[in-house]
């Protein structure tokens, strides 16, 4: 088999010589990372079902989600809600296998509150979340893809992925973790899991703008959260100190918004934890991308891919393949300063022969295209080869993003 593979190379300067980058990180508890979360592990919950059920996975797709803020009152000590949040459900999947009907929503909605038990500590998911599916069975054309010997993409679609990560990137994303890990918790439980990073470096100087949801019954009083806040830009800025090479200086701001003039009203207080309890809706696809971060600077695609099959949705499966790839060649072919893969399928064509495959690399001084292009060929060929056994991956939740 010949894979229409094409190799070029940039005359882009790299990230990190560029003047100005913007990275962004939604953390887990905010309203887009909870729809992309769920839907990803309703998919892999789907899929888990069908193998049991059918021997294969059938034909679903649960990347059509909508989280409704709810109505809450906080307050410093500890506030109520008033109104719950309202999960949608939504898109296609596959309710019956010869005559036997598989239970969909109740899939879902199960999943849902599993996730938010492990992911959520103040949301309790019977009594502050209503769930509302709107799951409809598969198109049969799109289903008849399923049972192909072949599987063909069920789209025509194109993904673009990059290896490596700036030092900015790889910051920003660290930052979100180290705010969501179980050791800050155990230090600062009045930090909620609605975290927002936003980088921005100019030159050597990088600046962190972190929002920041905090748990009012953990608030006893006004001066209580501001010296709080100043404890946690000192933890803040010390994760950072280890995490940096090349940056000269890092500036932290923490939930700008804040006025102490204002009394409650001028500090981020929330009952659960994250801002969907009653100020900011959530939706499938309008958070991270596959590799966790939001990246300005670098090229980007507009599928959502948290809930799409693992089987034949290109829009999923080509999102994670390219990050997978660029990484492959980074690490495997010597001379480069950064690698973008492209993907692009035809609706119905095997997704391990896509209309195009185009790698682009931004070489080291006095390397030659020409010398490492072979070794750029053979990996990507390699990783198409074995996009079966990627897909599984998929299917099993190996790759969590979100």
């Known amino acids: 088999m010949t894979r229409n593979i094409i190799i070029e190379s940039l005359s882009n300067k790299p990230i990190k010589f560029q003047p100005t980058e913007l990275v962004e990180r ?74 036997q009907k598989i239970p969909v929503e109740e ?19 019977v009594k502050n979340i209503h769930y509302i599916s709107e799951i409809k069975p598969g198109s049969p054309e799109l289903t008849d893809i399923f049972a192909r010997k072949k599987i063909g993409a069920n789209d025509t679609s194109a993904a673009v992925g990059y290896a490596p990560l700036s030092e900015t990137e ?22 909620g899991e609605d975290i927002k990073v936003m980088g921005y470096r100019l030159h050597q100087k990088l600046i962190l703008t972190v929002a920041m949801a905090f748990v009012d019954r953990f608030i006893p009083d006004q001066k209580f959260y501001f010296d709080r806040k ?25 939930n700008t918004l804040d006025d102490p003039s204002r009394g409650e009203a001028g500090m981020y207080l929330t009952v659960t934890g994250t801002s969907a309890e009653g100020a900011d809706c959530g939706q499938v696809g309008r958070g991270n991308k596959v590799n966790g971060l939001i990246a300005l600077n670098r090229p980007m695609g507009t599928e959502a891919a948290a809930g799409k099959n693992p089987v034949s949705h290109v829009g999923k499966i080509y999102n994670f393949l390219t990050h997978h790839i660029a990484a492959h060649v980074y690490n495997a072919v010597p001379g480069l300063e950064e690698v973008y893969v492209w993907l692009c399928s035809q609706i119905g064509k095997p997704i391990d022969e896509p209309l195009i495959a185009s790698v682009q690399v931004i070489l080291k001084p006095h390397v030659h295209l020409k010398e490492i292009a072979p070794k750029i060929q053979k990996v990507v060929d390699f990783e198409l080869s074995q996009i079966y056994k990627f897909t599984e991956r998929l299917a099993e939740g190996e790759f969590p993003a979100w």
């Open 26 to 99: 939604k953390g887990v508890g905010h309203p887009d990372s909870i729809c992309d979360g769920i839907m990803e592990e309703v998919s892999v919950a789907l899929c888990w079902e069908y193998k049991r059920i059918a021997g294969r996975i059938l034909h679903h797709n649960i990347d059509k989600s909508l989280l409704v803020a709810g109505i809450t009152q906080p307050k410093i000590g500890g506030g109520k809600i008033l109104e719950p949040m309202k999960m949608y459900f939504g898109d296609r999947a596959t309710n019956e296998f010869k005559g």
């Open 230 to 254: 100043e404890v946690i830009k000192k933890a803040i800025l010390d994760f950072v100190a280890q995490e940096k090479v090349d940056l000269e200086e890092i500036q932290v701001d923490i």
């Open 170 to 191: 790889r910051i920003v994303l660290g930052v979100e973790h180290f705010l969501n890990s179980r050791e800050f918790k155990e230090r600062f439980p009045e930090v």
């Open 107 to 125: 899939i879902a909605i199960e999943t849902a509150k599993q996730w938010i038990r492990q992911n959520l500590r103040f949301v309790d998911p």
